[in-house]
């Protein structure tokens, strides 16, 4: 069963969480996202769930830690200047390999800039705000309906791989509203749970696939969690070999489920001579302009990153050894245009249509790009 | 009565704490206060942030989250919400608890979330080597402070009161057997508990103020009544003076106890809880 509904980008967030089996909704207020919040208030007191506005947004996600740890699916939501906030207990998370699901609804920045305005500023923080070395997995929507399946797909990362998962969408995408299918039987994971005798339960004793499995506090598995580098108990060492196989793990477990974490959209691509790159909103402006393009005899296509990262560098190659141009276009001054140009590694062309100043980058303005790239050849 | 030798992970010693410092002791009659209570141990969970209070999480044998400097408060209120029927526990220090976290910990005792709060006050930041804290009394030597500090320190009694606290006690960590009775009686209060230990620090605190070591300090803790500040310098700088850093004129024993509403999130009530 499925129902069709007009519904808000953030609201579909919500409405995504609850689907996926989110029952803790820990937050602080903040233009563009606030709706989010204010959706899951409603909502969560009817599936059983709860709900609290804590002090700032280093405590949100610390609640929403301490929730997970108690066995609840976890989520917050902000915008750019929680989101740096957050950054502290994003390493936390990693490190501990609590999973949650944190949603940064884009503004114009830096500092507290432009609260109602579009921006895709954050997609660098998304993949390294925290500090340390650590593995990111950065989910784009680029609408209303992608918001809800994105979600879902989110808090299911999120728990398959004990991990934090980052949902990043601009404020159009926030407050638009689009007709969206809210499916009512999505697909579903959850953690992985120990089933062996509690006393010989190690919380950071991986199996092959580098995923350990986590009780929740109060199951009566009695077990340490903490930030500090530890064994495979959960205890602190400084022992080198130890700190190595740690950081080593938390990397592999993303790495060799790239294939599986990763999703690009491709529009048009197959013949296409020139493509371009764009993602969120900017990839339905840029789906726009190939369409338009294509209607005046150019053979342009369309590749769209839905998961920004781990960045899809295969995919881009391909791209760009088939094109003779790629046209990187996002609402920055430059950021993710570094990874397309390592990715393509002198194989294409890269033209880069950047912009910072709260407007969304429309069809037209990408079709001229197209146009004046070498688009216009006959 | 059992071992309370039995609620330490023992595989986890030796511990990372200075000869003479206290902090042992106030977690011997906390365990002493949970094997009173018959807490259940799987259901007890301790929260903690950074600092040498802080690392006691990792020696017992419950469920224990060691989480980030200050903000063992809000890690608990989460752990608490989602799961009511855990009994949670902080264990955070003056620096951790009333500097970097001190936001957290006034918003969860304005709640009255129905957690407890153990607040390890030795005077001074100790793992990172000795520098002020806001307990730091005026013209107390810490490394950051040399010339003795100038800045007033917080009650942090008073500061819980004033935030909302429903239960708020300080007790000595000279005094264990007073501190199990007050701890006992704290986790057994509704609402959100507040106690502070005076404990102390001979590695930095006793040695910078020529206070002695732990024997010396725990006396001089419990004596109370040294403590007169020194007189301003033409520079703006508290004259140092060794008794000038006790904690004079603070009250101990149990301060404050109210009866109010618990929070428990905004979720659904059920009929029989209205």
């Known amino acids: ?378 | 009565m059992t071992d309370v030798k039995s609620y330490l992970r023992d595989w986890t010693m030796p511990h990372v704490l200075c000869p003479g410092c206290a902090h042992g002791i106030v977690l011997r009659a906390f365990l002493e206060a949970v094997d009173q209570l018959q807490l259940d141990r799987d259901k007890l969970a301790m929260v903690a942030g950074i600092g040498c209070s802080s690392r006691l999480v990792g020696y017992v044998d419950f469920c224990t989250l060691h989480g980030t400097h200050g903000r063992a408060p809000a890690f608990a209120t989460g752990l608490k919400l989602a799961r009511p029927e855990l009994n949670v526990v902080v264990v955070t220090g003056d620096g951790d608890g009333l500097a970097i976290g001190g936001n957290h910990l006034i918003h969860a005792a304005r709640r009255n979330i129905d957690i407890t709060v153990l607040l390890l006050n030795n005077a001074i930041y100790g793992m990172t080597g000795g520098q002020a804290a806001p307990t730091t009394p005026e013209g107390a030597v810490a490394s950051t402070t040399p010339a003795g500090n100038t800045e007033p320190s917080f009650d942090a009694c008073k500061l819980l009161i004033g935030a909302g606290a429903s239960y708020v006690a300080r007790v000595l960590a000279a005094t264990p057997i007073e501190m199990t009775k007050v701890m006992a009686d704290g986790m057994s209060h509704r609402g959100f508990s507040f106690i502070e230990v005076l404990s102390d620090c001979p590695e930095y605190y006793g040695r910078y103020n020529n206070v002695g070591g732990g024997a010396e300090m725990l006396t001089w803790l419990a004596r109370r009544d040294a403590g007169v500040a020194g007189p301003l310098s033409s520079k703006g700088f508290v004259k140092h003076v060794p008794s000038s850093a006790t904690p004079a004129g603070m009250m101990t024993g149990v301060l404050k106890r109210e009866a109010r509403p618990v929070f428990a999130g905004v979720r659904r009530i059920e009929p029989d809880e209205s």
């Open chain 1, 1 to 378: 069963m499925s129902e069709t509904r007009l519904v808000q980008g953030n609201e579909a967030c919500a409405l995504g969480a609850l689907a996926a089996g989110c029952r803790f909704y820990g937050g602080y207020p903040i233009t563009p996202s606030s709706e989010i919040a204010e959706h899951m208030v409603r909502l969560l007191p009817g599936v059983d769930g709860v709900f609290v506005q804590m002090e700032d947004e280093i405590a949100s996600l610390a609640a929403v830690i301490g929730a997970s740890l108690a066995g609840s699916k976890a989520m917050t939501a902000t915008s750019g200047p929680g989101f740096s906030l957050m950054q502290e207990h994003i390493g936390f998370a990693t490190m501990a390999e609590v999973p949650c699901v944190v949603v940064d609804v884009m503004r114009g920045g830096p500092s507290t800039g432009l609260p109602t305005s579009p921006s895709q500023g954050d997609v660098m923080q998304a993949r390294w705000g925290t500090h340390g070395d650590h593995p990111a997995i950065v989910l784009a929507p680029s609408s209303v309906g992608e918001v809800f399946d994105l979600t879902i797909r989110a808090f299911n990362l999120a728990e398959r791989f004990r991990t934090p998962v980052i949902i990043i969408y601009d404020e159009i995408i926030g407050h638009t509203r689009e007709s969206v299918v809210l499916s009512e039987s999505v697909e579903v994971e959850s953690r992985l749970s120990p089933n062996g005798d509690p006393a010989a339960f190690w919380p950071k004793l991986a199996p092959g696939d580098g995923v350990p499995p986590l009780p929740a506090f109060g199951d009566g598995y009695r077990f340490h969690v903490t930030g500090l580098t530890h064994d495979e108990r959960g205890f602190p060492t400084t022992d080198s070999a130890e700190a190595g196989a740690l950081i080593t793990r938390i990397h592999r477990k993303v790495e060799v489920h790239r294939e599986e974490i990763s999703e690009v959209e491709t529009f048009m691509l197959d013949d296409a001579e020139i493509a371009i790159f764009a993602y969120g909103i900017v990839g339905r402006s840029a789906r726009e302009a190939v369409q338009r393009a294509r209607s005046a005899g150019v053979k342009a296509g369309l590749i769209r990153p839905v998961t920004l990262w781990p960045f899809p560098y295969s995919s881009v190659a391909e791209v760009a050894s088939q094109v003779d141009t790629l046209i990187v276009s996002e609402m920055n001054l430059g950021q993710l245009i570094g990874e397309v140009e390592r990715a393509a590694a002198g194989r294409a062309e890269i033209v880069g249509h950047l912009r910072a100043d709260g407007e969304p980058i429309t069809p037209t303005e990408l079709l001229d790009v197209v146009m004046s790239s070498g688009g216009s050849r006959p």
